[in-house]
């Protein structure tokens, strides 16, 4: 398998602009979650979904940010309009409601807004 | 409410020598327990996790953690630290929702 597949991997952008981040999660995996990392804040949960139905959204930081789940095989992360201050990596991770509940995590999109 | 936490940011230990990287959790109910690890300019990648059943488990590069309840604990360990064990460790605790907690993260260094 080819695991959690992210992109961009890379995205500069000047504030004001949207932006979107993309993840497939693993092939059979009903769970999905966007985290953001960032040295200050640590690593934070924004939202997660459970067979593409957003369960808990508690965790994105204001209306900017949406996200969502067409289909079990794709999930967006949007922030409309960016700033400077959401700079961070973001992750996507998926897991099986079936075992543990471990994650697997995508490598990343490392977000700069100027 | 789940929560857990690492009582140490950094850990440093010389190669060859046994480590240990703390946490201790709080839960209701059963816990459901991991230790994931992220190398630099990576995403956390699983180690292990406690269910049930035998308090130590084992998992991936040779690391275990052991199930405490009375101290309610889950301490990562390893008999020998390898340069190459150097990395950032998160310990978890997830909530009958499936939704994870995640500590704040212990930084270990091992000296060659």
């Known amino acids: 398998d080819a695991g959690v597949i992210q992109s961009p991997r890379h995205e500069v952008t000047e504030m004001g602009q949207e932006v979107t981040l993309r993840c497939k999660p693993i092939?059979?995996?009903?769970?999905l979650f966007w985290y953001r990392q960032t040295m200050m804040r640590g690593l934070e949960l924004l939202i997660y979904?459970?067979?593409?139905?957003?369960?808990?959204d508690s965790g994105m930081p204001e209306d900017r940010f949406s996200a969502k789940m067409p289909n079990a095989s794709f999930s967006t992360l949007k922030i409309q309009p960016s700033e400077p201050r959401d700079s961070a990596v973001y992750f996507c991770?998926?897991?099986?409601?079936?075992?543990?509940?471990?994650?697997?995590f995508g490598p990343g999109t490392r977000l700069t807004v100027t | 409410a789940q929560s857990v936490a690492q009582p140490e940011d950094q850990v440093n230990v010389a190669e060859g020598n046994p480590l240990t990287v703390k946490c201790t959790y709080s839960?209701?109910?059963?816990?459901?327990l991991f230790w994931y690890v992220q190398y630099p300019n990576r995403g956390l990648q699983f180690l292990l996790k406690?269910?049930?059943?035998?308090?130590l488990v084992k998992g991936s590069y040779g690391f275990e953690a052991e199930f405490n309840k009375s101290q309610t604990s889950f301490h990562l360990k390893k008999p020998s630290a390898l340069v190459s064990d150097s990395a950032l460790y998160f310990c978890?605790?997830?909530?009958?929702?499936?939704?994870?907690?995640f500590g704040a993260g212990t930084r270990l260094f091992v000296k060659a």
């Open positions: 991770a998926s897991s099986s409601t079936g075992g543990g509940g471990e994650q697997y």
């Open positions: 092939s059979g995996h009903n769970s």
């Open positions: 979904f459970n067979n593409n139905v957003p369960i808990d």
């Open positions: 839960v209701s109910g059963n816990p459901y």
């Open positions: 406690y269910i049930t059943g035998d308090n």
């Open positions: 978890a605790v997830r909530d009958p929702g499936f939704k994870t907690i």
